[in-house]
């Protein structure tokens, strides 16, 4: 995206609002639009530090967006211990999260090589978020939980802009590493392109299951409309190194 604050670019701006997502979960509560304004004010950040920086803004966010499966799995683990109770499938479905999560970062550093600066950037931002987002979960885990759904809003939206530049020659369509080749079972000649699609698909299908949790726990009617589908996945992941 562009840097709306030190570079005004109308164009940019304009693609962005076209992107803006189909699936949109409209806050309905205080908790909702604390989750909202939230995730509005780090895309700020984002925008500002990266601007168009696709293959770089990803590794630096992927590796944030891996903490909060990590955190809710831990959490939810510890609480039906303590209420020995089952989890109805969602620890291996967060831990299945954070993987993926992974996964993406390990994909884009092959992609964009991280400076020195850029994993300073890293390991703060993971502490930071990692923290916060603990004391988040513990104080409401709904709350938490819309916050990654709006994320995973926004990371579709990157996504589908990174997908603009690369079809319009702004970002070079290179081949695609052979970790994503392996984890996404693409063919030998999958490129780049195939790789963001399948990054995106990935990030439509958090999307669903974090607002779908959300409402869970907010005792909401679950939504008419059916969660975005997975691509299929790698159960190795020893052989994508």
Partial sequence: MVNKILEPDERALEE????QPVIHHQPKCFSDKFALGFTKLLRVCADTFFAKKYGHRAIVLETVAAVPGMVGATLTHLRCLREMKDDEGWIRTLMEEAENERMHLMTFI?????????????????????????????????????????FEE???????????????????????????????K????????????????????????NHGFASTLAKLPPSPVPSAPYPPHATELSGAA
């Fill in 110 to 150: 092959e992609v964009a090589k991280p400076t020195y600066f850029e994993r300073l950037v890293v390991q703060l931002a993971q502490a930071i978020f990692y923290i916060g987002f603990f004391l988040l979960y513990l104080i409401s885990a709904r709350t938490a939980h819309r916050v990654v759904g709006y």
């Fill in 16 to 19: 962005e609002k076209d992107a």
């Fill in 186 to 209: 693409l063919p030998a000649d999958a490129t780049l392109r195939d790789v963001v699609l399948q990054v995106r698909a990935d990030e439509a299908h958090h999307r669903d299951v």
């Fill in 154 to 184: 926004e990371a579709v939206i990157s996504y589908t802009l990174y997908l603009k530049e690369i079809d319009e020659g702004r970002s070079p369509n290179i081949p695609a590493p052979a970790i994503a080749i392996h984890y996404w």
